[in-house]
C-alpha cells in the first residue's frame, strides 16, 4: 500500500513532507533561486495565467522551494494550507489585514510580541480598526471586550516574555458564538507541541526564524489554515503586496525543519532542569515555566499543550540585579532571539519590550527584573553552572 503522508509520525513529516525531486532524484532538495518560470507556448502562458494550468509563474506568487517549505510545515501543523513570508512579522501583518476592514474591531490578548501590538495600537488604526486587549488568560475578559463589530481574536500564548498561557478553545468557542476569525502566534508552543487549529483556531502563525530555523542564520514566517480562508483571504493579498519568502530562506528553513523534533524536545528537556535550578535560587523572586506546577495557567497547560517549550523566565527584582546577571554570563550570549541551538538571555524592558510605555509594560506584570532565557543544544551541565555562578552574581 502506498505512503500516506497524514499517517506519519512528526518526525516522518519533518524530514518527507513536501519533497518534490527534480529529474536528477537529489537526496538534498534543490534550490531553485529563480524568480521566474518559461513557458512551453503562449497558449501554455495564457493557460497559468487564468488558473486553469497548473504551474509556477512568478517567484512572488510561487517557487518551487519554497513551496517545498510549505508543504512540510502544512503536513506538520496537519493544516490545509500554508503561505510561507519573508519574515514572522510579515505573517502576523497579513493574517490581521486580510481579516479585517475600515470599521472592524479586534481583540486581543495583552502581552504580545512588541511588533504585534506595534501593528493593532498604532498601525491599524490609521486604517480605521480598532483593537481592545485583554487579559488574555481571563476568557471571560475576551467575552466582555466583544462589540458588534468585531471580527477577529488574535493571541499569543504561551506569551512573550512572560510565558502567559490563553486557553485557546474556550476563546475560540466565544469567537464561534459571535461569527469572529481566531488567529494564533504559536512561536512559543512550536508546532510540536500546540495544534491551535485543532482547538478551532482559524489561522496559525509562526516566525520560522525561532525553532523552525533554529540555527541563528534566516527571517522566515508563515501562516497555515484552511484551503478556502487562505484563498479567499491572503491568496490576491500574497501576490499583490509582496511579502514572499526567499528561495534560498525557504531551503534554509526546511532543512531545519528536519532536525525540529530532535532539537526542540531536547531543549524542552534542558530548559525543565534548569527552570528548577532557577526557581530554588535564593536570588530569584519567581520563576515562570509553562512545565513547572507553579505555572499560573498550569490547568490550561495541562489541556492544551503537549510539551513546556524551550523559554524560561524569571524575576532578580531590579534591573540592576538583572544586569548583573547578564553580565556575569560567560556561556550563555546576551541577545534578543529565541528557539536557537545557542542559549541567550534577554532583559525585555530594555530591549524587546523598551517600545511599550511602563504602565502598559506594569499592565502585564513586566518589572525591571525580568530575564527571558532561551534555552539553546548546548551539554546541560555546562549551562547551569554558567546559570549558578550569574545568579550568585545577581
Ligand atoms: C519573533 C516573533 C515574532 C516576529 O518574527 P520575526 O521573524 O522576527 O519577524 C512574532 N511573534 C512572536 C511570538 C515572536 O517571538
Excluded at 532524484?25 to 497558449?43: H, K, N, R, V, W
Excluded at 517549505?69 to 519573508?86: P, S
Excluded at 463589530?149 to 478553545?169: S, W
Aim: hydrophobic share 45%; net charge negative; charged share 20%.
Amino acid at each position: 500500500m502506498a505512503e500516506n503522508p497524514n499517517d506519519w509520525e512528526p518526525a516522518t513529516r519533518l524530514i518527507r513532507g513536501g519533497l518534490a525531486r527534480s529529474g536528477h532524484g537529489e537526496m538534498a532538495e534543490p534550490i531553485y533561486l529563480t524568480q521566474g518560470f518559461a513557458y512551453d507556448s503562449a497558449e501554455s502562458a495564457d493557460a497559468r495565467f487564468s488558473g486553469s494550468e497548473p504551474g509556477f509563474i512568478y517567484a512572488r506568487y510561487g517557487n518551487p522551494t519554497v513551496q517545498m517549505f510549505e508543504d512540510r510545515l502544512a503536513l506538520l501543523e496537519g493544516a490545509q494550507a500554508c503561505k510561507a513570508t519573508a519574515s514572522g512579522m510579515a505573517a502576523v501583518h497579513l493574517a490581521i489585514s486580510g481579516l479585517v476592514r475600515a470599521g472592524d474591531h479586534i481583540v486581543s490578548s495583552k502581552a504580545l510580541f512588541g511588533s504585534c501590538r506595534w501593528i493593532l495600537n498604532t498601525w491599524a488604526p490609521r486604517f480605521g480598526v480598532e483593537t481592545t486587549l485583554v487579559n488574555g488568560p481571563d476568557a471571560e475578559a475576551w467575552r466582555a471586550a466583544v462589540r458588534p463589530n468585531t471580527k477577529l481574536f488574535f493571541l499569543e500564548t504561551p506569551a512573550n516574555p512572560l510565558l502567559e498561557v490563553c486557553d485557546i478553545a474556550a476563546i475560540c468557542a466565544i469567537a464561534g458564538e459571535i461569527g469572529a476569525k481566531v488567529v494564533v502566534d504559536n512561536v512559543f508552543a512550536t508546532p510540536l507541541f500546540q495544534a491551535p487549529l485543532k482547538l478551532g483556531a482559524d489561522l496559525v502563525v509562526y516566525s520560522a526564524t525561532k525553532h523552525i530555523d533554529g540555527q541563528g542564520r534566516v527571517l522566515g514566517g508563515a501562516l497555515l489554515g484552511d484551503q478556502a480562508l487562505i484563498d479567499e483571504s491572503f491568496k490576491d493579498m500574497m501576490r499583490h503586496t509582496g511579502p514572499a519568502l526567499s528561495p534560498f530562506n525557504a531551503w534554509v528553513l526546511f532543512k531545519g525543519l528536519e532536525t525540529l523534533d530532535l532539537r526542540v524536545h531536547r531543549q524542552t528537556q534542558t530548559a525543565g532542569v534548569l527552570a528548577d535550578l532557577i526557581a530554588d535560587h535564593a536570588k530569584v523572586l519567581a520563576c515562570r515555566y509553562p512545565g513547572r506546577a507553579d505555572h499560573p495557567q498550569k490547568a490550561i497547560i495541562d489541556r492544551q499543550m503537549t510539551g513546556a517549550g524551550t523559554v524560561v523566565a524569571f524575576d532578580l527584582g531590579s534591573r540592576e540585579a538583572a544586569f548583573r546577571f547578564l553580565d556575569a554570563l560567560e556561556l550563555i550570549d546576551i541577545s534578543n532571539n529565541l528557539g536557537d541551538a545557542k542559549s541567550m538571555a534577554t532583559h525585555p524592558t530594555t530591549t524587546t519590550h523598551r517600545s511599550m510605555t511602563e504602565e502598559q509594560r506594569l499592565e502585564i506584570g513586566l518589572t525591571a527584573g525580568w530575564v527571558r532565557l532561551s534555552v539553546g543544544l548546548e551539554g546541560a551541565t555546562d549551562l547551569a553552572r554558567d546559570l549558578s555562578r550569574a545568579l550568585d552574581a545577581a
